[in-house]
């Protein structure tokens, strides 16, 4: 559910509590598997649903990144091209069906929709590529009815913000009144988030799109560039901002009123990936020193957690980065596991 001065953790949650309810405390411990690779040498998880299934992206053997499938019976599955030489698997949703971006053989790369064994190409607004970043899901129909993502204009034109509905329609979002920009996260009320240029030049600003409301400029922590990655389903947004003299960049969470600092895990750098329907946000932050960079956990009563903490000490893991949570609590992301960066899965025990 499928990128990077801090207020207090005590005023974050007070903040953040008045606008919403409580969030699930943070798990006291994770059992970490090491979801492998397709015989290359590193592989990234991007998203987990709530069935324990994950995607992301592998090397192969001959060096080319492909799109995977992980499930506990099966364990790491290629998910293969759409024609050319690579692949990526950026979201699943409860319904087992997944978006990402392919190759061609025609050297373009589309985004695609896998439903089953079958990858469809899911085309663009005119250019030569696109990609498809996140797919909701309806409780009702059990099917999604929006997919969220990225296209090139005619003409191999800028770059524009779309949704696919739920019979594969393509629609340009527009921009906050730049030439480009590009959608992250969507949920089950159909609403997007991402980044978009705005007038002023060289600003790149957070958004929050509905098909009632049109394009939102959810703005920055005093910075200019700021992005959305995430949104869950009672519109809770998540993402990354630099601050004022645009040096650092912090996670951020909006629930309206302007964006919330979530500060560090004590170094410079902290980016928010995703937020589950319980509130509880994952990302990456440096540590004190910034002399490493780990998968983290914030949740209104704890603040942000280094999840490193939470697994076994003698696992022989550094979680680097965590980008996706199911509603069940499952995290996915990346770290290091004896040397070699590989996709890692977080159970909850």
Known sequence: MKSKGAKSKGVISICLTAILVCAASAAAQYKVVDLGTLGGGISNAYGVNDLTQVVG???????????FLWTKPHGMKDLGTLGGNFSSAQAINDASEIVGQAATSQS?????LRKGSTMQDLGSLGGSSSQANAINFNPVTQDFTQIAGWSVTAGNGPYHAVVWDASLNIMDLGTLGGSNSFAFGNNCREQ???AADTAMLGGSHAFLWDSGTGMQDLGTLGGTLSQANGINCVGLVVGYSF???????????YAGGGLIDLGTLGGSVSQANAVNDLRQIVGSSTITGDTDEHAFLWTPQRGMQDLNSFINQHSGWDLRGANSISNNGKIVGSGLHQGQLHAFLLIPE
């Open 57 to 67: 992206v592998s090397q192969v053997a001959g060096g080319f990144n492909h799109g």
């Open 108 to 112: 373009t790369s589309y985004a695609f």
């Open 192 to 194: 997007v988030v991402g």
């Open 243 to 253: 601050l004022a003299g645009d040096q650092l960049t912090h996670a951020f969470a």
